[in-house]
């Protein structure tokens, strides 16, 4: 049988062809499909702003949504229709994450999604030298800046005046 309702009753009849039919019942079938749309599995962003996106879709009206981040309750959409999404973008720390979603119906039935892993590694950097508002009477000028990364660097760049002025490659390596 396929998810839907059903309906059945019985009929009998005897060997004097006396007959009886029973009343009509009915029953569902019920299943709860769940995607995961974003963050991609294995994403590897450098914005720790993530938005997190899950489509629950139902025979019977989804009841809520709930998004896990690292295996904690993080939000849950309260549903009212047979096809809910649930995006919500979360700031996070730079770390290794994962996250899934529950969804349930009205008539408590449930799926949960596999779970996706995602990394967040922000690049931070940090002006050293010179200082802000430096004033000298020397054209040359020394700048020091540090960047730094969980991942290797590929390139520090420099730009004066919006301008390229210098690049560093293959910094990691």
Known sequence: MFVSVHYWSCNATDSENIQDNSSTRDFIIDSVDLDLYEPAD???????????????????????????IDGVVNYTLIGSSTLETLNESIVLSGSVHNWSCIAYDVNGFNETAPTRDFIIDPVSL????????????????????????SALLDSITLL????????????GE
């Not at 002006?127 to 540090?146: G, K």
């Not at 004066?160 to 910094?171: A, R």
């Open 160 to 171: 004066l005046d919006g301008v390229v002025n210098y690049s560093l490659s293959s910094i």
């Open 42 to 68: 294995n994403l590897n962003s450098s914005s720790a702003n993530i938005t997190f996106s899950c489509v629950g879709n139902s025979t019977a009206d989804i009841q809520n949504i709930t998004l896990l």
């Open 126 to 149: 940090d002006l050293n030298s010179p200082i802000n508002n430096y004033n000298s009477s020397s054209q040359s000028v020394v700048f020091n800046c540090t960047a730094n990364s």
